[in-house]
């Protein structure tokens, strides 16, 4: 007997094939950003990437190494690289879009945002490329730029204003300073800036700007004017309040404070930024660091939606998401103000070593890294590898007009923040033994 013939129908896995193969399948860009049309049924997809996997999570320990107590990268929490070892997932997967979508919204508590307009971002880069990002979609050629000199780092900044072409000023200060309210209050009365860009922390030279006060004047003297700050060697270890002081952009990197492995730019602008940028009458001068090509993907990431322009590291991502996790389980003030008792802790015993900071006013001293100048007659290059050899790594000079003078210790994360660790005070015994190898007695 013939048996009943069933309804046309594909198997359910050929059915699954075939839809790859659709003619209408759209490609995924900043405005294209649904990966299967509306027309193909997806009932057979999987709606979250699984993998056979162990509930707990294995204690990680990480192998014996010198203590890393440079301005980043940082010591690293072992949960943090635990997240690096996340199994390989597609950057448009719902599991991945889900803790993307997460990391950034917590960016908004980090940076203390709650304007919807404020657009935070994340691409695989480092911090430098914040600098790119500001240049190429905010300023256009022959707009002029007010740069606060404070050192190496805003030095770099200029430069790169400069090779977007931007009309670029620099206010500069003795080395171990920043420049003053007054000072820039004039430059600010004397000609129209588009932007005013600050470094935060220069990394070179210990220096701390204040932002408060200074947003304060830029708004009151020059009110167009964007406020732009440099916050790779700040971020999560010195106080920023984006909404309230009024900042239209920050740009970090994953490396530092945050505590997460280096590759991640990290930025926040403000409302007022991303409308300059709308306002823009030309296009933005550069690709990867466009814009106009990562604002819809952002975007649609925080909204929990797959989008794709360029492809992220799912790895890193986990592993921002685990440590801003870990620093929003406390108050931010909490961990501004570990910081600064470790920051204060440091440069006492470096005082009663006898030593000098290159930046010398109380005032504008870094709470995440200390900068020293040496004693006479000690030089860095002999005194950082004795310091290696007992297990601290500090970093050398890098100002040029001071760089065989000094050497830089930084103390930001886990380092200042988990006493249990011992890294502060091995740090410090290190470096008072290894200058007395060195012949140095305080006077």
Same mark, same amino acid.
């Given at each position: 007997m013939t048996p009943p013939k069933t309804p046309d129908?594909?198997?359910?896995?050929?059915? =699954? *094939?075939?839809r790859h193969l659709a003619p209408v399948y759209p490609i995924n860009t900043p405005y294209a950003v649904e990966r299967l049309p509306s027309t193909v049924d997806t009932s057979l997809l999987p709606r979250i990437q699984v993998r056979e996997i162990?509930?707990?999570?294995?204690?990680?320990?990480?192998?014996?190494?010198?203590?890393?107590?440079?301005?980043?990268?940082?010591?690293?929490?072992?949960?943090? +690289?635990? $997240?690096?070892?996340?199994? $390989? #997932?597609?950057?448009?997967? @719902?599991? &991945?879009? @889900?803790? &993307?979508?997460?990391?950034?919204?917590?960016?908004?508590? +980090? %940076?203390?945002?709650?304007?919807? @307009?404020?657009?935070? %971002?994340? +691409?695989?880069?480092?911090?430098?490329?914040?600098?790119? =990002?500001?240049? @190429?979609? !905010? *300023? #256009?050629?022959g707009e002029d730029v007010l740069v606060l000199g404070t050192g190496y780092f805003s030095d770099g900044f200029a430069d790169c204003l400069r090779v977007y072409g931007a009309n670029v000023t620099e206010l500069k200060a003795p080395v171990g300073t920043k420049p003053t309210l007054p000072e820039i209050e004039k430059a600010l009365s004397e000609k129209k800036y588009k932007a005013i860009t600050v470094t935060h922390v220069d990394t070179s030279t210990g220096v701390l700007s204040e932002l408060k006060n200074l947003s304060a004047l830029v708004h009151k003297v020059s009110p167009d004017t964007l406020i732009i700050v440099d916050g790779v060697c700040s971020v999560a270890c010195e106080e920023i309040d984006f909404d309230a002081w009024g900042l239209d952009g920050v740009v970090t990197a994953s490396q530092k404070a945050i505590g997460c492995p280096a590759g991640l730019s990290i930025s926040m602008f403000s409302g007022r930024a991303m409308k300059a940028f709308e306002n823009r009458k030309s296009p933005p001068s550069a690709y990867f660091a466009s814009m106009k090509n990562w604002t819809p993907i952002m975007q649609n990431y925080e909204a929990k939606k797959p989008s794709y322009f360029a492809t992220p590291s799912p790895q890193l991502v986990h592993a921002l998401h685990t440590a801003l996790s870990q620093i929003l389980a406390k108050p931010v003030a909490e961990r501004f103000a570990g910081h600064k008792a470790a920051s204060d802790k440091i440069k006492a015993a470096i005082g009663a070593l006898g030593l000098k900071q290159v930046a010398a006013n109380p005032d504008e001293q870094a709470h995440g890294m200390t900068a020293i100048y040496l004693p006479e007659g000690v030089k860095g290059a002999e005194l950082l590898p004795i310091l290696a050899k007992k297990g601290v790594v500090f970093a050398g000079g890098i100002h040029k007009e001071i760089v065989t003078k000094? *050497?830089? &210790?930084?103390?930001?994360?886990?380092?200042? !923040?988990?006493?249990? /660790?011992?890294? *502060? #005070? /091995?740090?410090?015994?290190?470096?008072?033994?290894? +200058?007395? #190898?060195?012949g140095y007695t305080k006077s």
């Amino acid at each position: 007997m013939t048996p009943p013939k069933t309804p046309d129908a594909p198997p359910a896995r050929l059915s =699954l *094939i075939s839809r790859h193969l659709a003619p209408v399948y759209p490609i995924n860009t900043p405005y294209a950003v649904e990966r299967l049309p509306s027309t193909v049924d997806t009932s057979l997809l999987p709606r979250i990437q699984v993998r056979e996997i162990t509930t707990t999570t294995p204690k990680m320990s990480q192998p014996a190494h010198p203590t890393l107590l440079i301005p980043g990268p940082i010591e690293f929490d072992d949960a943090v +690289l635990q $997240s690096m070892s996340h199994f $390989s #997932e597609s950057h448009v997967s @719902a599991g &991945f879009v @889900a803790t &993307f979508g997460e990391t950034l919204s917590m960016l908004r508590k +980090l %940076f203390q945002t709650t304007d919807p @307009a404020s657009q935070p %971002f994340v +691409l695989s880069g480092s911090g430098t490329l914040g600098w790119d =990002l500001v240049a @190429a979609n !905010l *300023i #256009e050629a022959g707009e002029d730029v007010l740069v606060l000199g404070t050192g190496y780092f805003s030095d770099g900044f200029a430069d790169c204003l400069r090779v977007y072409g931007a009309n670029v000023t620099e206010l500069k200060a003795p080395v171990g300073t920043k420049p003053t309210l007054p000072e820039i209050e004039k430059a600010l009365s004397e000609k129209k800036y588009k932007a005013i860009t600050v470094t935060h922390v220069d990394t070179s030279t210990g220096v701390l700007s204040e932002l408060k006060n200074l947003s304060a004047l830029v708004h009151k003297v020059s009110p167009d004017t964007l406020i732009i700050v440099d916050g790779v060697c700040s971020v999560a270890c010195e106080e920023i309040d984006f909404d309230a002081w009024g900042l239209d952009g920050v740009v970090t990197a994953s490396q530092k404070a945050i505590g997460c492995p280096a590759g991640l730019s990290i930025s926040m602008f403000s409302g007022r930024a991303m409308k300059a940028f709308e306002n823009r009458k030309s296009p933005p001068s550069a690709y990867f660091a466009s814009m106009k090509n990562w604002t819809p993907i952002m975007q649609n990431y925080e909204a929990k939606k797959p989008s794709y322009f360029a492809t992220p590291s799912p790895q890193l991502v986990h592993a921002l998401h685990t440590a801003l996790s870990q620093i929003l389980a406390k108050p931010v003030a909490e961990r501004f103000a570990g910081h600064k008792a470790a920051s204060d802790k440091i440069k006492a015993a470096i005082g009663a070593l006898g030593l000098k900071q290159v930046a010398a006013n109380p005032d504008e001293q870094a709470h995440g890294m200390t900068a020293i100048y040496l004693p006479e007659g000690v030089k860095g290059a002999e005194l950082l590898p004795i310091l290696a050899k007992k297990g601290v790594v500090f970093a050398g000079g890098i100002h040029k007009e001071i760089v065989t003078k000094y *050497i830089r &210790f930084g103390h930001m994360g886990v380092s200042v !923040l988990d006493p249990t /660790r011992g890294d *502060i #005070e /091995r740090a410090v015994k290190a470096l008072e033994e290894g +200058l007395a #190898e060195l012949g140095y007695t305080k006077s």
